[in-house]
Protein backbone atom coordinates (compact mmCIF):
# COMPACT_ATOMS: atom_id res chain seq x y z
CA UNK A 1 0.00 0.00 0.00
CA UNK A 2 1.40 3.67 -0.63
CA UNK A 3 -0.75 6.66 -0.01
CA UNK A 4 -0.82 10.21 -0.91
CA UNK A 5 -1.74 13.28 0.43
CA UNK A 6 -4.56 15.01 -2.02
CA UNK A 7 -3.21 18.42 -1.38
CA UNK A 8 0.00 17.50 -2.74
CA UNK A 9 -0.91 14.54 -5.62
CA UNK A 10 -2.65 14.68 -8.42
CA UNK A 11 -5.43 11.58 -8.92
CA UNK A 12 -4.56 11.87 -12.58
CA UNK A 13 -0.76 11.26 -12.28
CA UNK A 14 -1.70 7.98 -10.12
CA UNK A 15 -4.18 6.69 -12.13
CA UNK A 16 -2.00 6.85 -14.82
CA UNK A 17 0.97 5.28 -13.45
CA UNK A 18 -1.61 2.83 -12.32
CA UNK A 19 -2.75 2.00 -16.15
CA UNK A 20 1.00 1.71 -16.66
CA UNK A 21 1.50 -1.04 -14.17
CA UNK A 22 -0.79 -3.28 -15.91
CA UNK A 23 0.70 -6.86 -16.69
CA UNK A 24 2.52 -6.30 -13.69
CA UNK A 25 0.56 -5.20 -10.75
CA UNK A 26 -3.25 -4.07 -10.09
CA UNK A 27 -3.54 -0.63 -8.60
CA UNK A 28 -7.06 0.31 -6.46
CA UNK A 29 -6.89 3.27 -6.03
CA UNK A 30 -9.28 4.84 -2.89
CA UNK A 31 -9.78 8.41 -1.25
CA UNK A 32 -10.36 8.64 2.58
CA UNK A 33 -9.24 10.97 4.96
CA UNK A 34 -7.88 14.09 2.40
CA UNK A 35 -5.90 10.96 1.27
CA UNK A 36 -5.42 9.02 -1.85
CA UNK A 37 -4.46 5.33 -0.93
CA UNK A 38 -2.97 2.95 -3.60
CA UNK A 39 -2.85 -0.77 -2.64
CA UNK A 40 -0.90 -2.79 -4.71
CA UNK A 41 -1.76 -6.54 -6.34
CA UNK A 42 1.18 -7.95 -8.20
CA UNK A 43 0.09 -9.88 -11.00
CA UNK A 44 3.68 -11.37 -11.60
CA UNK A 45 6.22 -13.01 -9.89
CA UNK A 46 8.72 -10.70 -10.51
CA UNK A 47 7.60 -7.96 -8.52
CA UNK A 48 7.22 -8.05 -4.85
CA UNK A 49 6.84 -5.92 -2.08
CA UNK A 50 9.04 -3.33 -2.03
CA UNK A 51 10.17 -3.63 -5.55
CA UNK A 52 6.42 -3.00 -6.68
CA UNK A 53 6.03 -0.12 -4.01
CA UNK A 54 9.15 1.09 -5.61
CA UNK A 55 8.19 0.72 -9.47
CA UNK A 56 5.27 2.63 -8.25
CA UNK A 57 6.52 5.47 -6.59
CA UNK A 58 9.06 5.87 -9.62
CA UNK A 59 5.98 5.92 -12.33
CA UNK A 60 4.13 8.39 -10.07
CA UNK A 61 7.11 10.67 -10.10
CA UNK A 62 7.23 10.24 -13.94
CA UNK A 63 4.07 11.02 -14.46
CA UNK A 64 4.06 14.33 -12.31
CA UNK A 65 6.89 15.58 -14.25
CA UNK A 66 5.02 14.50 -17.56
CA UNK A 67 2.09 17.39 -15.83
CA UNK A 68 4.82 20.16 -14.94
CA UNK A 69 6.20 20.09 -18.61
CA UNK A 70 2.88 19.83 -20.07
CA UNK A 71 1.77 22.73 -17.81
CA UNK A 72 4.88 25.00 -18.62
CA UNK A 73 5.25 23.91 -22.03
CA UNK A 74 1.39 24.08 -23.54
CA UNK A 75 1.60 27.48 -24.51
CA UNK A 76 4.12 26.84 -26.81
CA UNK A 77 2.59 23.42 -28.21
CA UNK A 78 -0.33 25.31 -28.98
CA UNK A 79 1.56 28.20 -30.90
CA UNK A 80 3.58 25.81 -32.73
CA UNK A 81 -0.03 23.44 -33.47
CA UNK A 82 -1.67 27.15 -34.58
CA UNK A 83 0.89 28.42 -37.03
CA UNK A 84 1.41 24.42 -38.54
CA UNK A 85 -2.10 24.36 -39.15
CA UNK A 86 -1.59 28.12 -40.99
CA UNK A 87 0.73 27.17 -42.81
CA UNK A 88 -1.20 24.61 -44.38
CA UNK A 89 -3.86 26.15 -44.93
CA UNK A 90 -2.40 28.94 -46.49
CA UNK A 91 -0.92 26.21 -49.26
CA UNK A 92 -4.28 25.27 -50.28
Known amino acids: ?10 LDALREAAYRLIGQAACQIDEADGRYV ?3 SP ?3 Q ?8 HFLNLVTDENLR ?12 VIV ?7 AEGE
Not at 49 to 54: C, I, V
Not at 70 to 76: L, Q
Not at 82 to 88: R, T, V, Y
Open 1 to 10: MVDFSRSVQS
Open 38 to 40: CRL
Open 82 to 88: ALAFGSL
Open 47 to 54: LRGDELRT
Open 67 to 78: EKVGRETGRYRD
Open 43 to 45: TQS
